[in-house]
């Protein structure tokens, strides 16, 4: 296994269009993170799956953002309507849960830009 | 203020100089990470400490819970060691991560 991949690494959309994010985790891992970073801050918490199921949702993720997770493995991270505040580095991380829960694994991330 | 405090915010060294990099917290956790992030932006996990004091290569972690205070060293730094280093905190459920803002650490020649 080649770690946590994200898809793409970068994204450049003009406002109002949707963008949508893959985070492709590694396969022991049932645990599934999105992460929002800006420049010069650190990552902040979007939401969290354990298998297929979103357990919990910040209350940063506001209705134009949906994430699913569709069959426990790989997911997506969509944005609807984008404004420039969307502009940030989109991370995606995986790691096991239950009595192995521990280090998370990171992707590269999903830079978008929005104009 | 925020949960989660690093210093300093800004670290410039030369080659082959002991780094110290501190992370204080004010609430209760399970765990503690120590991350490390490349301009590119991925970032790599380096620790995680619940206790004591956990020891990889160069690097160093330490942690004391009493005192809601963990540190980073680095010994005999290297140009490569150049990153932004994260402390991020699990608290509770462990369903997520509490980051700091990072510490960005510069390694001159």
């Known amino acids: 296994d080649t770690g946590v991949s994200q898809d793409p690494r970068h994204k450049i959309t003009k406002r109002g269009q949707n963008v949508t994010f893959r985070c492709d985790p590694i396969s022991e891992h049932n645990r599934l993170y999105w992460y929002r970073q800006t420049l010069g801050q650190g990552p902040e918490f979007l939401t969290y799956?354990?298998?297929?199921?979103?357990?919990?949702k910040s209350r940063l993720l506001s209705d134009r953002f949906s994430a699913e997770r569709p069959k426990g493995s790989f997911s997506t991270l969509e944005i609807q309507r984008t404004e420039q505040g969307d502009s940030a580095m989109y991370l995606c991380?995986?790691?096991?849960?239950?009595?192995?829960?521990?280090?998370?694994?990171f992707g590269e991330g999903s830079r978008l830009t929005v104009l | 203020k925020n949960e989660v405090e690093q210093s300093p915010q800004n670290l410039t060294a030369q080659e082959g100089e002991f780094i110290t990099i501190n992370c204080s917290y004010s609430?209760?956790?399970?765990?503690l990470h120590w991350l490390q992030q490349h301009p590119g932006g991925g970032i790599v996990s380096l620790f995680m400490l619940s206790s004591g004091k956990k020891k990889h290569g160069r690097l160093i972690a330490t942690i004391n819970i009493q005192e809601k205070h963990s540190s980073l060293h680095i010994t005999a730094s290297h140009p490569r060691d150049s990153a932004v280093y994260i402390c991020?905190?699990?608290?509770?459920?462990?369903?997520?991560?509490?980051f700091g803002t990072g510490t960005r650490l510069q390694v001159t020649l």
């Open positions: 991020a905190l699990h608290t509770g459920t462990a369903s997520k991560l509490t």
């Open positions: 799956f354990q298998n297929e199921a979103q357990l919990e």
């Open positions: 609430v209760g956790i399970s765990a």
């Open positions: 991380a995986s790691s096991f849960g239950g009595s192995r829960a521990g280090e998370l694994f």
